[in-house]
């Protein structure tokens, strides 16, 4: 009697199993819906990202990096009562950083505070009603804001960048689903599994019936790993899929897959079911890089596509920010790297690279920005777009062409 797990629809719970041993936190789709529900209507946001890949530390010191940011956003501040108070929370924060939250295996760090008392005589103290860190597979870039909102773009930016890709890992009998997104695995706490009896020991007729019998398992086991493919892959939104497990299984099971999941399988690998998150994950990364740059890859024909046929493209800064100002931009293509100075409208969405301290279409007080190509992909990003970050060294080339930077467009 053989035993297989079926999973209802309404009792497919998704819950996600790790380890930190690389000292890395899994931020996923509800990490952000929670931090987009924060609300702090008479309060200021303390919204940090640091750099902190090994290469980026020697070449500049976080703390260097950081006393930057700080002096700069201490410069846009012009109430002297939130700027006194920022002086004290900046400096908290940086002796946080440095004593707690600087941990060298993570590649970047993400923290907000919101302070609840301010200490502003002798020895400053703070305490926080809100602190959130996330140690990051991914080094951000480095960001502070002080505002009445969390500052959520570099982590958009990196979930917009790396889809969530689906692991099976089985053999004969058993199979276990994964996550891999944003350089990390977790599995899901559900597994699938059949009992069936090994090979038979008998000899003639009754063990051809029996391997008969066992082939005949063995299909069913793999109609039933697609079953949980499916279910899983559309509940969890699965870009790609990759499969994993001894001798012909990974290439049995990708042959059963429907039309629609064999578009979305990236590769197949061998390892063993008794594998823990890490190796999953080494095994994994490949694929994904793999795939990741084939993505790129398309998206810069498609863009390439559309300015040879003059439709529904731009390229360079002025012309993407006029798009980006109606509204029109489907997908930004920004080469890694690419930064400029502007002016950002205080009272519209408006961005230039002009010296106007007038915004050309409301009349509103324009004010420096340092970066106005971080604001640009910000509003991107409120405007339900897409960012893709072109880092392929042969890509990139081709970005230099055409300004660094270019959009896709809606209409």
Known sequence: MSTITIL????????LLGDDERGYDFVTT???????????????????????????????????RYDHLVENMRGQIADKDSRKMFDV??????????????????????LFTVPERISLKGKHKVKYSTFIHYHLPEP??????????VELTPLLLQMDEHEPTGVVLADRQHGRFFLYYLGETAEYSISEW???????KAVGMGAYNHEQWLAEQYKRHLHHLVNFIEKIGQQAG??????GGVDQLPEDLSKELPKMWREKLIGTFTLSLEANYNQVRDAVAPLVQAAEAQAEKETLETWI??????????????KALLALQEGRIQTLLVAAGFAHDGRECQQCPALTTTADETCPYCGGVMTRVNDIVNTAVTQVFRQNGRVEIVRDPDNLALMQQHDNIGAILRF
Do not use: C
């Open 305 to 318: 596509g559309h300015l040879e046929q003059k439709s529904n493209a731009v390229s360079g800064l002025d």
């Open 194 to 200: 059949d009992d069936t009896a090994q090979r038979t």
């Open 89 to 110: 929370v900046a400096e908290n924060i940086k002796e946080q950083v440095r004593n707690e939250y600087g941990r060298p295996q993570a590649r970047g760090l993400a």
């Open 238 to 243: 699965w870009r790609w899929l990759a499969i």
């Open 8 to 15: 209802p629809e309404d009792e497919l719970q998704l819950s």
């Open 140 to 149: 951000p870039q480095d960001t502070l804001l002080w505002d009445k909102a």
């Open 30 to 64: 509800e990490t952000i819906e929670q931090l987009q529900g924060l609300s702090f209507p008479e309060a200021r946001v303390f919204s940090l990202y640091l750099d902190m890949t090994p290469e980026r530390l020697k070449d500049a010191p976080w703390s260097t």
